[in-house]
């Protein structure tokens, strides 16, 4: 880790026309920088030529900086974290490819970092110049993901971030496949703040994050950090048991009063209710028990610390 050097990470899938304006982005950003900026290129599998445009842009000398090819598209946040892995510098931002966050974001994030403040620094949308059926799908989605998994997460969500070597090495111990980055960052706490900015019309190509990839990322984040599907049902279970309890005692009373008068009828209508209800309750405490399981085989710290001072008290003259 070098102390006067701060590290950008972009990821890069299908940014062909994005490339030729990121990369003089990236330059006015390192211009502008009291210290070195070493910039991370991740290609995730990218099927265009911006592999090609970035090789000949290192090839020119133009950038500071790395270029990491993955085999094949493992996902925006599996590229982002290759990339915090090989940054070197003091301090870590992440930055989108297709410029739709303003630039100067990441000089507010590292001027934040610097102040020694904060740990960890989110960029937290609070208006979108795109379309209005993008915006109420958007909307929906995170209002979803903040009333179901993480209620501090932003009400536009996080594309967007910045933090510490410390941060980040914490996060690196958080080897989980199929997981949430915006929930681990999250559930690892630290000093953390927020910096509002608007989000940018997007110039070339088109988005790649679709609504099945939206669907995939939700599944992902309610499976690693919620077990709330598995407590509805729990509920569900409990109050379908108490139903069932209190509809067998009924149909007994009707039995013995001789309204019932099926043979068989009322027999069979308890053993039903009450089986199917009580299967349901039992499924459900052994879901509370596998999460738990599951839980514990993500190998997750218990906690984690931010600072340690040792000191002594002075003894009285």
């Known amino acids: 880790m070098t102390s006067n050097l701060y590290s950008l990470i972009v990821p890069i899938y299908k ?5 030729p304006r990121l990369l003089k982005v990236l330059l006015q950003l390192q211009a502008e920088l009291d210290c070195k900026l070493e910039i991370i290129f991740v290609v995730d599998g990218s099927p265009d030529a911006s592999s090609q445009l970035l090789r000949q842009s290192a090839n020119e000398g133009v950038l500071r900086g790395t270029l ?12 982002i974290r290759v990339g915090m892995n090989h940054a070197r510098g ?5 930055m989108a490819a297709d410029l739709q966050e303003p630039p100067e974001l990441v000089l507010k994030m590292f001027h934040s970092l610097a102040s020694g403040e904060v740990d960890l620094v989110f960029g937290q949308r609070v208006g979108r110049d795109d379309p209005l059926s993008t915006r109420l799908l958007s909307s929906l989605f995170w209002g979803l993901y903040r009333r179901l998994i993480l209620p501090d997460i932003p009400k536009g ?13 914490d996060l690196m111990r958080l080897n989980e496949a199929n997981s949430s980055l915006v929930s681990q960052l999250m559930w690892l706490g630290y000093r953390r703040a927020f910096i509002p900015y608007e989000r940018q019309k997007r110039q070339e190509g088109s988005s790649a994050w679709t609504i099945a ?5 939700m599944s992902d984040s309610i499976l690693s950090f919620s077990d709330l599907p598995i407590r509805v049902f ?5 109050f379908g048991f108490i139903f069932a309890i209190s509809a067998a005692t009924a149909i007994a009373i009707l039995r013995l009063l001789g309204v019932i008068t099926v043979p068989g009828y009322a027999a069979l209508a308890i053993l039903i209710l009450c089986c199917c209800m009580l299967n349901n309750l039992v499924v459900a405490i052994v879901g509370l028990y ?3 399981a599951f839980d514990n085989t993500k190998n997750r710290p218990l906690a984690l610390i931010r ?3 040792n000191f002594t008290i002075s003894q009285p003259s």
């Open 15 to 19: 940014s062909e026309g994005s490339i």
């Open 68 to 79: 990491i090819e993955l085999t094949r598209n493992f996902g925006s946040f599996a590229a």
């Open 90 to 94: 003091s301090m870590m931002a992440v």
């Open 157 to 169: 969500g996080i594309d967007i971030f910045a933090c510490t070597a410390q941060v980040r090495d």
């Open 213 to 217: 990839k939206r669907l995939r990322y």
């Open 234 to 238: 729990l509920w569900l279970s409990c």
């Open 290 to 292: 596998t999460w738990r």
């Open 307 to 309: 600072s340690k001072l």
